[in-house]
């Protein structure tokens, strides 16, 4: 092997040598540089310029956009309910035309219950009451007023995935299957910040969240979250919360599955139990092998999926690729992504991107050398509390076949010899 026709990721040198030890080469020389990248001798005179490059640019904007020519970079629609209730449902991020470990705000996905209100900061109003000595109405603007903290934490819609649990594997791409995730960095005020201040009663175990929203979504856990990392959140990637993720304020629950980062949040109740509201007895609860259903699993697995290449996505030919993908854990970091070409039968870590962060989106990636043979890619993540991702058989025989929630088993792409890419159960 020719190491030194190898292109060098861009950056930090330590990322070419982990590139070059970790690299899957199944045979023969590298040679990417030569087929893709042709030596450019500028014009010094600019007459081969294109046009850009020699007419003054567009003005200022009071807000950017992407370029026109990503226009086609959207949220997957999901049907939901059609006309009857156009804002019930969920639209999806496309995974697999993303890169880096953070969702931009306008391609978080979306889940509505009964669509996204056009909340007026100036009446809205959050309550905290219940088990407290002193129950509290914050107002938007004494809310901005209070001491922040961020976190960067990935929202997962406990029905991610769930797709790939019915009898035969949906032909979709990545983020059409898997994109109810997107992950952020959250900005506002510590939960157990504004319950001291309330005062919690001896008694109170558990709290219940409600939104704003016509579906007055609301669910019910316990306090020990408010305690360890939840936050009233105001702010997404920087900037106010859009209205799709709840403005003016959502709960953050880092790492519980996404039902429970309760939008538009209006009212906290303290309360000695689970209220079982029917968002968490109608839904979300997990049918198990036995018949049992089980309430209340608010953690996510760890999981990861490749998001490139993937389903839909052609590979051109033999060569040089990047086998990159996201892993995550409800449970707090990812300590080890792995892939696999072969189906699961031989497997080589992947380089994790820094920083590695509690209970957010990681990206994972490794060179391949596909040498046109089909091949079948697949993932698998360990988080730091020793959780490792199952294999669809292992998955499949806890849960009841009708069970859709919390699908977090190894993801496979099967790569044809023609370079097409499908979605498969392995
Ligand atoms: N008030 C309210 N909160 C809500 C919902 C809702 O419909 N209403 N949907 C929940 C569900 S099921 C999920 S998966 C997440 C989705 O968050 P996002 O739309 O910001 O991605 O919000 C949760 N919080
Ligand atoms: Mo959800």
């Not at 086609?72 to 995974?95: C, E, H, M």
């Not at 938007?140 to 903290?149: D, G, I, K, W």
């Not at 960067?152 to 994109?179: D, K, M, R, W, Y």
Request: proline share 7%.
């Amino acid at each position: 092997m020719k190491t030194r026709k190898l292109p060098a990721p861009a950056g930090d040198p330590s990322d070419r040598r982990n590139f070059l030890k970790h690299g899957i080469v199944s045979a023969g020389a590298v040679a990417v540089g030569a087929a893709t990248a042709k030596a450019h001798a500028a014009d010094p005179i600019g007459k081969d310029f294109p046009a850009f490059s020699v007419t003054p640019g567009a003005p200022f904007r009071g807000y950017g956009q992407p370029s026109r020519h990503e226009e086609k970079v959207l949220r997957a629609l999901t049907p939901g309910y059609g006309a009857i209730a156009p804002g019930t449902g969920s639209s999806r991020t496309p995974l697999q035309t993303l890169n880096g470990a953070l969702t931009p705000s306008g391609l978080h996905f979306e889940r509505h219950h009964n669509g996204v209100p056009d909340i007026d900061p100036a009446q809205h109003k959050l309550l905290i009451h219940g088990l407290v000595k002193k129950p509290l109405v914050f107002t938007e603007a004494a809310l901005l007023r209070y001491p922040m903290v961020s976190r960067t934490a990935f929202v997962e819609c406990a029905g991610n995935s769930g797709a790939n649990t019915l009898p035969a594997a949906p032909q979709a791409n990545c983020g059409a299957i898997h994109g109810l995730l997107s992950g952020s960095e959250w900005t506002g005020v510590s939960l157990s910040l504004l319950l001291d201040e309330a005062g919690v009663e001896p008694g109170a175990k558990w709290f219940l969240a409600e939104g704003a929203d016509s579906a007055a979504m609301s669910r019910s856990m316990l306090l020990d979250k408010a305690y360890d990392d939840a936050i009233v959140a105001l702010y997404q990637n920087g900037e106010r919360i859009r209205p799709e993720q709840g403005y003016p304020m959502r709960l953050l629950v880092p790492g519980y599955q996404g039902n429970l980062n309760v939008k538009w949040l209006r009212r906290l109740e303290l309360t000695e139990g689970p209220t079982h509201t029917k968002d968490e007895t109608s839904k979300y609860s997990m049918l198990m092998r036995d018949g049992k259903a089980r309430q209340f699993m608010f953690e996510l697995g760890v999981k990861s999926v490749i998001t490139r290449p993937s389903g839909g996505l052609g590979m051109p030919g033999a060569g040089l690729y990047e086998i990159s993908g996201l892993a995550w854990s409800g449970a707090g970091r990812i300590v080890k992504a792995e892939v696999s070409i072969d189906g699961g039968t031989s497997w080589r870590e992947a380089v994790l991107q820094a920083p590695v962060l509690s209970k957010a989106l990681t990206r994972f990636r490794l060179p391949w050398q596909w040498n046109g043979s089909p091949a079948m890619l697949q993932s698998r993540a360990t988080d730091e509390k020793g959780n490792v991702q199952p294999a669809r058989a292992e998955w499949t025989a806890q849960y009841s076949a009708a069970n859709r929630y919390h699908n977090n088993m190894i993801q496979t792409w099967a790569v044809k010899a023609d370079g097409s890419i499908s979605n498969v159960y392995l």
